[in-house]
């Protein structure tokens, strides 16, 4: 049974920083390409961040040049650097694997003054 395991999430003000983190516990984790998702309440989940095997990342065009995505595949671990928060950057944050459409409980991202 594959498990993701995200943290990190919590309160932030606006213009601050938070580091999520997703733990996997499979080492099929360096052979998948990972992602970041969020789904605010109601919203339809969003991509947010990808990133290939290789480290070449992508970014939805709302955090482009605010967040950056990356990936220990020694620790099967995967990143997200929030910096620059906006209001509407707050949603549950979940990792997923694309090799085997795995998915995390999520995280909280709160961003409030």
């Known amino acids: 049974q594959v498990q993701l395991v995200e943290s990190g999430g919590g309160l932030a003000q606006p213009g601050g920083s938070l580091r999520l983190s997703c733990a996997a516990s499979?080492?099929?984790?360096?052979?998948?390409?990972m992602n970041w998702y969020r789904q605010a309440r109601e919203n339809q989940r969003e991509f947010v961040a990808g990133?290939?095997?290789?480290?070449?990342?992508n970014y939805s065009s709302s955090v482009l040049g605010r967040f950056t995505i990356s990936r220990d595949n020694t620790k099967n671990m995967l990143y997200l650097q929030m910096d620059s928060l906006k209001p509407e950057d707050t949603a549950v944050y979940l990792c997923?694997?694309?090799?085997?459409?795995?998915w995390g409980q999520g995280t909280q991202v709160t961003v409030s003054a």
């Open positions: 990133i290939t095997t290789g480290g070449r990342p």
């Open positions: 997923m694997m694309t090799r085997g459409n795995y």
């Open positions: 499979t080492n099929m984790f360096k052979n998948s390409g």
